[in-house]
Structures are given as C-alpha cells and as structure tokens.
C-alpha cells in the first residue's frame, strides 16, 4: 500500500485546540498523531458496541449455568439423604430432571434469541 501524504487545514475554536494540545502532550504524541487516532477510533466503537453484546449474552449463560448447579445440588443432596427406595429416587429426582430439562430448552432459546439480536 502506498503511502500519500494529504494536507488539510482545520478550524478549532480555542477551548477545542487547547484540549488536542493538551491530549496529544499527554499522550506524547503530535497534534497530528492524535487527530488520525481520534478519527480511527470511531472505527472502534462498533468494536465496542460487539463486546458488549458479547457481554450480555455471556452473562445471560453465566445465570442461566448457576440455575442448572443448583438443581444439580438438589439432585445430589436427595441422592444422598432419605432416599431408601428406588421408587423414592424416582417420584423425587424425574421431577427435578425435568426442570433441568426445561431450563436447558429455555437457556438455548434465550442464547438463540441473543444471538440473532446480536446479528442485528
């Protein structure tokens, strides 16, 4: 790619330029080196806009993950405890199964959902 030096001239009121000098010296850069940094910066800004939806959805599993532990513990601790029969076992862990069942059906639409949101 090559590189083609372009000149433009731009108007800064005096608060707007005193804020570039000031940026540019902080980042110890030139007055220039920060304007093309603030222009390509928009370009991260759909960037960011993604890792947030990324962070949405992430959050919804991380929750929906912590529903499934706690019927896991449910399940463990009647395995453990007075269960005598295995028709006891039954009548107490086929209920508790099957909300586990329902929240994995739930979590996977929700994820679907998000993740169509997140192509929009």
């Known amino acids: 790619m090559r590189i083609v030096e372009i000149t433009k001239c731009i108007h800064l009121t005096q608060e707007t330029n005193s804020m570039l000098v000031a940026l540019a010296k902080k980042e110890n850069k030139s007055e220039s080196q920060m304007i093309r940094i603030l222009i390509l910066a928009k370009n991260y800004e759909n960037v960011l806009q993604e890792l947030?939806?990324?962070n949405?959805?992430?959050s919804e599993i991380l929750y929906q993950i912590s529903k499934y532990g706690s019927n896991l513990n449910q399940i463990a601790?009647?395995?453990n405890t007075d269960i005598s029969?295995?028709?006891?076992?039954g009548e107490t862990i086929i209920p508790l199964m099957n909300e586990v069942k329902e929240l994995l059906n739930d979590?996977?639409?929700?994820i679907e959902n998000l993740l169509k949101k997140r192509k929009n």
Do not use: C, D, P
Not at 85 to 89: H, I, L, Y
């Open 52 to 54: 947030q939806k990324s």
């Open 56 to 58: 949405e959805i992430l």
């Open 77 to 79: 601790y009647h395995l």
């Open 85 to 89: 029969t295995t028709k006891q076992a």
């Open 107 to 110: 979590n996977k639409k929700t």
